[in-house]
Structures are given as C-alpha cells and as structure tokens.
C-alpha cells in the first residue's frame, strides 16, 4: 500500500478512517509497506505516549477530544490499519511474529512528523483491548490506560446504537463471536451476549500481566484529566490547553457540530 502526505486536520476528528502515510520525504521520496524493514529507532518519528483500551460507549472519544486540543498531541482514533491487522489474525491465524512486526509498522507509520504535532496517543476500538497482550510484548514501556463504565450502561447505549461489535451478533456466521466468547458460549438473546463481550473486554484488561497501566471508570474519570491521565501519558498542558479541554467536556463527543451534552449545564 503507498499512500500520499496528508495534511495535519485529518488527524482532528476521530473515526475518519483516513489511510496512514507510508512514506517519508527526504530528497527522495522512500515509500514503505508492511512488510519492510522500518528504521523504529529514527530520532525523527514523534514520541509515542499511550494506548487508550475501553468497554465502548464509556467516554474514550470525549478523552481523545481533550487530549487532541494540544497542537502538539495526535491522536489517531480507532484506525482501520489497526483492526484489519488484528481481524486478519481471527480469519487467518497470523504467526505471532508477522504480527509484531506489521503493528509495529502500522504504529510507526503515524508517528511521522506532520504538523505540529511532536507526540502520539492511540484511542483503540473497543474490541482491540483483546489483543492487548501483543501491544503490551510490542511496547513494553509505553503507557495505556483502560476505561470501564458499568456492563448494564453499556448495554443499554450499545442496544440502542446498533453499531460496534453489535453487528457481530446478527451477522450470518459466528466466527467472530467463537472467536472471543468461545464456541460453546452461544448467547440467546443480543442483551445475553452484549453484556458477555464488555465482561470479557473487562477481563482482559485486568487480567494483563504487565505494562504501565491505569485503570479508570466512566464518569468519574472525566475530573481525572490532569492529575492523573496527563501525568500517566507523561504529557504536560499549558493552563489554556487545560481550560479548552474542560470546554470539550460540554459537547457530544461524537457530534460533527457542537451538540450540547445532556449533563452539562
């Protein structure tokens, strides 16, 4: 895959979905795919700072909204580099090997200067927190952070979007739900196997052997931002960075305009 530059404003809004740029420009232009040797110790690449791992509908994408007020933060939401990487490793059964090296070329690929960004925080889909063990062998030192809301919240906002990991339980075949339920866990109801998946989401994050991590409930962890989740990233705001971020708490995370959220005032 070769893609061209992309300019910062891409990065300014989760869920895009915009392709990674493979490539970086020197006086020639060198481009890189998957597979190849990738030079992950360049003093060029930008500071990784954190993995954020989620129940889903818990406040990850407001988290990413504050953190990406800083010009100096990119935060890369849910890329579909990401999940097709480890859906692939469900359909196909990758070596564990193959599979380090290509999400480690995926991560390097948006940690290329671009903008003003000089850091990277990566907002995970939700069902990504299943394969945390292998973030954890790919980057043993980086920091990530779990955010956990009640299963019977979750539930309820999940039923009523109809989206996310949802679609798995009306899809034709049940490759995805044997895969991280087991085969022999059928739920019978789509509220049974709702709330099986956020419990299992759950205990894999708590259940991860090692790493720097912070575990956080949902809303608590909103007041949270910059004594405990900054200092965790190792990030440091500027006093109006922080009051924009405060302000970010008062729109729907997910809006494309400035849709008021429900609880504030």
């Known amino acids: 895959m070769v893609c061209g530059k992309l300019p910062s404003e891409v990065f300014s ?38 993995f954020i791992f989620h129940t889903s509908h818990c406040g990850s994408t407001l988290l990413a909204n504050m953190l990406g ?35 480690k070329t995926i991560i390097a690929s948006y940690l290329q200067p ?33 955010i956990d809301r009640k ?6 906002s999940l039923s009523t979007s109809g ?9 034709p075949t049940t490759i995805l739900q044997n895969y991280f339920l087991g085969e022999k866990r059928q739920p019978e109801s789509i509220e049974k196997y709702l709330s099986e998946m956020v419990d299992v989401h759950k205990n894999c994050a708590v259940k991860a052997p090692f790493g720097k991590n912070l575990l956080l409930e949902y809303p608590s962890f909103l007041n949270e931002f ?20 405060q302000e970010i708490k008062k729109w729907e995370a997910k809006s494309f305009g400035k849709t008021p959220f429900p609880f504030s005032e």
Do not use: M
Not at 163 to 171: I, K, L, S, T
Not at 226 to 245: M, N, R, V
């Open 13 to 50: 809004y989760p869920f895009f979905n915009d392709e990674v740029p493979l490539f970086r420009e020197r006086n020639t232009r060198k481009t890189i795919g998957f597979t190849d040797e990738f030079d992950f110790q360049n003093s060029e690449l930008l500071k990784l700072k954190g």
């Open 226 to 245: 910059e004594y405990k989740i900054l200092p965790h990233f190792g990030l440091e705001y500027s006093e109006k960075e922080l009051q924009a971020a």
């Open 69 to 103: 007020v800083s010009k100096s933060t990119r935060i890369i939401s849910e890329t579909e580099a990401i999940n097709g990487l480890l859906l692939s490793v469900v359909f196909y059964n990758l070596e564990e090997e193959v599979l380090l090296k290509n999400l």
């Open 151 to 156: 299963t019977e919240e979750v539930v309820k």
């Open 163 to 171: 989206r996310g990991f949802v679609e798995w339980f009306y899809h």
């Open 114 to 146: 671009l903008g003003d960004a000089e850091q990277v925080v990566f907002k995970l889909t939700s069902w990504n927190v299943f394969f945390i063990q292998l973030f954890q062998k790919a980057y043993p030192e980086v920091p990530w952070i779990f």
